[in-house]
């Protein structure tokens, strides 16, 4: 079975610190990962994904997520946060042949 | 074009009504979803349309949960005799050909509030 662990319900940064939000998983076989993020009053946007290659995905927003497949997990990272990334952050995983299995969500709260 | 388009955004309704919730998925997206949000919870799957293949029915949480879908376009998720722990946001997405989400990111509607009293 497929599982998702974001061990944060909630992350607080400065603005213009470096952002950590965590993710593990668990899947049989090789994992398809994604991070999606969801805005006030706005549905879930995709923000990027891993399937193979470089460990370090780029995505939208100048964030990136580095896959380490021995300790499984997928964390999602921002050099400098800011105020606008205030969001709830969900982190997914799919064997590929299964639905997309979500965590719980990560709520960011950047501080001006 | 248009995204994920669901309906109604809020429903109440008293406990024991059935409700039937809307998607509208983007359009030559072959792959549909629904998934439930619990107040605090993360993303439930209930059920995965792809083509014209047999619906993946593993997350519908009792047989009060169906959902139909017409060809590739509209789905419908139908609650009957709807209880209290159904109050939630249920969200629909749709993914172009080739989609369990692997390869192709899912668009999300902006999802239904059911509140059921």
């Known amino acids: 079975a497929q599982s998702v662990a974001q061990p944060e319900d909630q992350v607080n940064v400065a603005e213009g610190n470096p952002l950590t939000v965590k993710c593990t998983y668990s899947v049989s076989g090789n994992p398809y990962l994604f991070w999606y993020v969801q805005y006030p009053n706005r549905g879930l946007q995709f923000l990027l994904k891993?399937?193979?290659?470089?460990?370090l995905v780029k995505g939208s927003y100048g964030f990136e997520a580095e896959f380490n497949k021995s300790q499984t997990s997928f964390h999602l990272k921002k050099p400098s946060a800011l105020v606008s990334d205030s969001a709830l952050y969900f982190c997914?995983?799919?064997?590929?042949?299964?639905?997309?299995?979500f965590g719980k969500g990560t709520r960011l709260s950047v501080i001006a | 074009g248009a995204g994920v388009s669901q309906s109604p955004s809020n429903k109440v309704t008293e406990k024991g009504k059935d409700v039937e919730l809307r998607c509208d998925p983007i359009s030559g997206h072959t792959a549909l979803y629904w998934y439930r949000q619990r107040l605090g919870q993360g993303l439930e799957f209930l059920i995965y349309?792809?083509?014209?293949?047999?619906?993946?029915k593993s997350g519908l949480p009792s047989d009060r949960f169906s959902a139909e879908r017409t060809g590739e376009s509209v789905s419908t998720l139908t609650i009957q005799r709807t209880q209290q722990e159904d109050s939630a946001v249920y969200l629909c997405a749709s993914s172009p050909r080739g989609g369990t989400g692997a390869n192709s990111p899912l668009h999300f509607g902006n999802g239904t509030r059911l509140t059921v009293t």
């Open positions: 891993y399937i193979t290659g470089d460990n």
């Open positions: 997914a995983v799919t064997s590929g042949n299964t639905p997309l299995v």
């Open positions: 349309f792809q083509g014209n293949s047999a619906p993946d």
